[in-house]
């Protein structure tokens, strides 16, 4: 899918723009595109909201005026807005590319990690049976529910929170789910896993036709690291992206569960995509845990090579970590929240 690319004006051209990259707002967080481009209207003629990639949740307000845009920012950046449902909007001047310069938005979608060469990134197919995931399925289905914007969580162990990206070590809900021991048991037993385990924390997520996952590192100081991630119910294709120009810090502001984490001062990037089929587990390691985002695109369909995939009528993921108990000292310090604030 091609978009049209907007970017980062140069220092000085963000007043001659007409246009805004506003974060946090779009169809994934359940804001139509008129509903948008009725609330800025308030600052001057909307010439059109376009997508400002494939996340969902990130869009491009196009004024007729440069002074509208300037306007609208210089209200809503960083504020509730009462007509999108009080979201706080993350919002940038932006510019659109020439057309020459665009690039396809394509990412070739492997289906096994080493195929990928991320370092620490591994997937083991069909890690548990049929019946296995049937029975998790009916587990988590009786238990208690949270709603987020978009999707449904339960969480044991501890809980994660959203605003600060972080667990409260402190608050201990109590030991693992019994109906995933064998999991831990079967994790324990893969090969190259040389360390204690001792996980303790488990996220698990419902995500309906279309939802995914915004770009993100899990915060260094919250876990340690070694992330396994089960895939039960249906597809999705997992993206990964690697910053290499500019460097990428984890804010600490309030967030919402869909949230920008593509600042402009990252201005290049590798992009890698894999195929996460049902009952697979993914293993986050090293390099592929503390450097690369990853990513779950918002599609309702996925291309996998030439082949089509509908994803199912859910996808739930389990998502299993150790809570660290200190600062994170790991090789990637442009990542690490913990080092930036030494």
């Known amino acids: 899918m091609v978009l049209p690319r907007f970017v980062h004006p140069k220092e000085g051209d963000s007043d001659s723009s007409p246009n805004l990259y506003v974060a946090n707002c779009g169809p994934a967080v359940g804001l139509s595109y008129d509903t948008i481009a009725s609330a800025f209207s308030s600052f001057g003629e909307v010439k059109g909201v376009h997508a400002a990639d ?3 949740a990130r869009v491009i307000v196009s004024f007729l005026e440069p002074a509208s845009a300037h306007s609208a920012f210089n209200a809503l950046n960083g504020r509730p807005c009462p007509q999108l449902g009080g979201r706080t909007l993350h919002i940038r001047h ?12 394509s990412v070739p979608v492997s289906l096994n990690a080493p195929d990928l060469n ?53 608050r201990h809900l109590g030991e693992l789910p019994s109906f995933v021991s064998f999991i831990l048991e079967r994790v324990s037993l893969l090969q190259g896993i040389t360390e204690k385990l001792d996980l303790d924390q488990l996220t698990v997520n419902e995500y309906p036709p279309g939802v995914g996952l915004s770009p993100h590192i899990d915060t260094h100081s919250a876990f340690e690291g070694l992330i396994f991630s089960l ?17 990428w810090v984890p804010k600490t502001a309030s967030i919402t569960d869909v949230k920008d984490e593509n600042p402009y001062d990252c201005s290049e990037l590798s992009r890698k995509a894999i195929y996460l089929p049902p009952r697979s587990m993914l293993l986050l390691s090293g390099e592929a845990r503390y450097a690369w985002h990853h990513y779950i695109p918002h599609h309702k369909i996925d291309k996998v090579n030439e082949t089509t995939i509908r994803r199912g009528s859910r996808r739930v993921s389990f998502t299993f970590r150790k809570v660290r108990r200190g600062p994170c000292q790991c090789e990637f310090p442009q990542y690490c929240d913990s080092q930036s604030q030494r």
């Not at 895939?231 to 460097?247: K, N, Q, V, W």
């Open 54 to 56: 494939e996340s969902g």
């Open 94 to 105: 932006s510019v659109l590319q020439p057309p020459s310069s665009r690039v396809d938005d």
């Open 118 to 170: 991320i370092p620490g990134l591994y997937l083991f197919h069909d890690f548990i049976s049929a019946v296995e995931e049937e029975e998790l399925l009916r587990a988590v289905d009786v238990g208690a529910w949270k709603s987020l914007s978009k999707r449904r969580v339960q969480h044991y162990g501890y809980e994660f929170c959203y605003d600060t990206r972080n667990v409260d070590a402190k």
């Open 231 to 247: 895939s039960l119910a249906g597809p999705c294709i997992m993206e990964f992206r690697r910053y290499t120009a500019g460097s």
